[in-house]
């Protein structure tokens, strides 16, 4: 009787898909904010302006995976609306202290040193920001769980908001000559190119991940494989058809896809393409995902996207704080070249990322605590 050899598969982790993606966007943080302080304190040198375009457009692909993949966590979950709306206070309260951290206290060092003005400092803590967003999300989210809304209902409204947004458009702009309300609208509204992350037109995102968890989270793997691939059809025709329609009407594609300088930001164009595209790397890591099954690189991401948070915090503080004490030693114009941006990037990432491994969970449970409101259980004394 011969033997029938029979190879083992690595085993396939769970989702992983979205677990890859999550810890891709946020390590490619450090690179895209370094850039954008460096160029927006003017310290960059010609050539890392030059070389800088291509970074930025990284910023096509990070935020709206990030938020497809939150959706996605929450997507056929059991949480109550009560404890979702909770979390969601959590994130902006997390935000604010971010803000506080990164942009308030070392504006406050500047202004006495320097003697520089703290209105634009206290603006940056105002502006929107992804924390912000997600907990704007999160509690919008909770009304709609609370409303007994279904999941596509929500994607139905998600798309009416960004109408309504682009409808705003032309009124909040006109707000843009104001700091403090600029930046406080810009949370909900497109007002300026400060606007990175308004309610109103990025909601879709997280909206489809939620659909995407709900379905997928009930389905087989061979019902799952089967909608990962009709993903990929769907992003890569939706994508090539959007093409032709841009040049067509001769819309510049890469004004259109980066964000946040560009023209069309939070419009419709903008946010067709990010959607498409987000799609496509979701259905296309499903694939890689299957390729490398549980290897020491998956488990390696896997925890980085576990500790995502910790690691989004460390690396912004650090950044703003080295661009902060540019500034304040009064450092030349154009003095931050290309091996100074590789240089940073390497060690803010290798930072990060050891802090994060070791303290995580230290730091998630600390931040939790401190935005918890829970109060401290009395000790009964023993009855003697």
């Known amino acids: 009787m011969e033997q029938q050899v029979v190879t083992k598969k690595k085993p396939l982790v769970r989702f992983g898909e979205f677990e890859l993606l999550k810890a891709l966007a946020i390590l490619g943080l450090p690179a895209v904010h370094v850039m954008e302080e460096a160029m927006e304190g003017g310290f960059a040198s010609p050539d890392l302006i030059h070389f800088g375009s291509g970074i930025i457009g990284l910023c096509v692909f990070g935020p709206s995976v990030f938020m497809i993949c939150m959706g996605f966590g929450i997507g056929g979950g059991s949480a109550s ?35 520089t003005p703290l209105i634009e400092d206290i ?14 999300f999160f509690i919008l989210y909770s009304f709609f769980k609370q409303w007994k809304m279904s999941t596509p209902s929500i994607l139905m409204v998600s798309v009416l908001m960004l109408t309504l947004n682009t409808v705003l458009m032309p009124i909040t702009h006109r707000l843009d000559h104001n700091l403090i309300l600029g930046s ?39 019902r799952r494989e089967f909608i990962m691939r009709r993903t990929l059809d769907f992003s890569v025709s939706l994508f090539v058809s959007f093409l032709v ?20 930001i939070t419009d419709l164009p903008n946010v067709i393409l990010l959607l498409s595209l987000a799609l496509l790397l979701i259905s296309l890591t499903y694939y890689l995902c299957k390729l490398i099954g549980a290897s020491k690189f998956m488990k390696f991401m896997i925890g980085m996207s576990t ?5 989004y915090l460390l690396q912004w503080v650090i950044i703003a704080w080295i661009f902060y004490g540019m500034a304040i030693f009064r450092a030349p114009v154009d003095c931050f070249n290309i091996p100074m941006y590789i240089g940073t990037v390497v060690v803010v990432t290798a930072v990060c990322i050891v802090i994060t491994q070791k303290r995580g969970m230290r730091i998630m449970k600390t931040l939790l605590k401190i935005t918890s409101f829970k109060k401290k259980k009395k000790k009964k004394r023993a009855i003697a």
């Open 307 to 311: 500790f995502i948070m910790p690691f």
């Open 81 to 115: 609306p009560k404890i979702i709306r909770k979390n969601g206070i959590q994130f902006l309260l997390i935000g604010a202290l971010l803000n506080i951290v990164r942009w308030l206290i070392p504006g406050i060092i500047q202004k006495i040193v320097i003697d």
């Open 123 to 136: 603006g940056f803590c105002l502006q929107s920001d992804i924390y912000y967003f997600v907990g704007f």
């Open 245 to 264: 329609f841009l040049h067509d009407y001769e819309i510049s594609l890469m004004k259109t896809l980066v964000s946040p300088i560009n023209d069309y």
């Open 184 to 222: 406080l609208l810009g949370n909900i509204v497109y007002v300026d190119e400060t606007s990175c992350f308004p309610l109103l037109s990025w909601t879709i995102f997280p909206c489809v991940g939620v659909l995407l968890g709900e379905v997928l989270k009930k389905a087989t793997e061979e």
